[in-house]
């Protein structure tokens, strides 16, 4: 569900950038009161995780479409909505800049669909409620399906309202929500079963991960190595091996604009769009999760290109240039994730305690 910078206007991704800004803005404030060296490398290591669990999209029965883990809700159970947030703002601001996963007109965008309306609404108003009553493993199976399809539908149709505003004539608002819905809420389900596995697991090994979460309490000095060596292993299989059997049908996003305007990517305009564009070309040295092409002077040979499909169409798609994506990816969100903590950190230390 990652927009490019197509299917937006700019004063829609000025809007959508500022409205992002305050809310991390926001987080950042709030997270100062829980912020501790606890906390940093499990930012780092979520924000890790997560990368390299949207590098695999699983395949949707009987749609020809597939979704990816959000992971916005994940991040809110495990960090707290407010270091949720800034996590998975790292998480997108890494794949748009180094990978163009994104457009960069469209980060506020996406930041706000992935991660506001999990960690702000679905988190808070679904997935708390139903777990106050105490935490079994029904009900964390029970609040992290419905939280993830509640928070992936309005994530949905936050696209479908922003390619309205931005007055995109080739996706009309109808027949663009009727398809962008359903979709999203097979992903949703999917999701869910993650989010809930996932959960469970840490639930196991460290339930008071969960609970300071949920309070907004510091970890303090709880031992969490069990949990960060896990969360850093998966992140590691999913980026590095797992990614080659990522599904190669068209996203829930693109698969919805197929069969409503009949392509899969809109023209972008020039101007802002086109240096933007420009920008990510230089910034992203993994394209698509992959080693650049080279460029070529003459047109290859029938057969040549005739392998070279062939060889695109493999599944699994093994590939040195996508694990070499997944693990300097995961790496990079890890270390800007953790910086992004280990900044909040630095200001709690310097602002002066105004109540003694």
């Known amino acids: 569900m990652h927009m490019a910078d197509a299917l937006i206007s700019p004063v829609v991704g000025g809007t959508m950038w500022a409205a992002t800004a305050g809310a991390a803005a926001y987080s950042i404030k709030k997270v100062k009161n829980e912020m501790d060296e606890n906390k940093i490398p499990l930012m780092g290591v979520m924000g890790a995780f997560i990368f390299a669990a949207q590098m695999i999209n699983f395949t949707i029965p009987g749609t020809g479409s597939s979704g990816h883990l959000g992971g916005g809700l994940l991040l809110a159970i495990l960090l707290g909505p407010y270091a949720g947030f800034l996590t998975m703002a790292a998480v997108l601001t890494i794949q748009a800049l180094f990978f163009a996963d994104g457009g960069l007109l469209a980060l506020g965008c996406n930041i706000f669909n992935l991660g506001f309306f999990s960690c702000f609404i679905a988190y808070p108003l679904i997935y708390k409620l139903i777990i106050a009553k105490g935490y079994t493993r029904k009900r964390i199976w029970g609040a992290g399906m419905l939280s993830a399809i509640i928070g992936l539908q309005l994530g949905a149709f936050g696209v479908v309202l922003e390619t309205l505003l931005s007055g995109k004539t080739e996706l009309p608002f109808g027949t663009f929500v009727a398809l962008m819905q359903p979709i999203h809420l097979a992903i949703g389900v999917v999701e869910g079963l993650v989010v809930a596995a996932v959960v469970s697991f840490?639930?196991?090994?460290?339930?008071?991960?969960?609970?300071?979460?949920?309070?907004?309490?510091?970890?303090?000095?709880?031992?969490?190595?069990?949990?960060?060596?896990?969360?850093?292993i998966a992140a590691v299989l999913f980026g590095g091996i797992f990614s080659w059997f990522a599904s190669a049908n068209p996203d829930g996003l693109e698969w919805s604009m197929f069969r409503t305007a009949g392509v899969e990517e809109l023209e972008a305009p020039d101007g802002i769009h086109e240096t933007l564009a420009k920008l990510q070309e230089k910034t992203a040295f993994l394209p698509d999760y992959g080693f650049k092409a080279p460029e070529t002077a003459s047109e290859p040979a029938a057969k040549d290109g005739e392998a070279a499909a062939e060889e695109s169409e493999a599944w699994p798609a093994v590939s040195g240039?996508?694990?070499?994506?997944?693990?300097v990816g995961g790496v990079l969100t890890l270390a800007f994730a953790a910086l992004i903590g280990f900044a909040v950190s630095l200001v709690k230390k310097k602002k002066p305690d105004l109540t003694a």
């Open 321 to 327: 240039g996508t694990s070499t994506a997944g693990i």
């Open 202 to 232: 840490v639930w196991k090994q460290r339930p008071e991960i969960i609970e300071k979460a949920a309070l907004g309490q510091p970890m303090g000095s709880l031992s969490i190595k069990k949990v960060l060596t896990g969360l850093a």
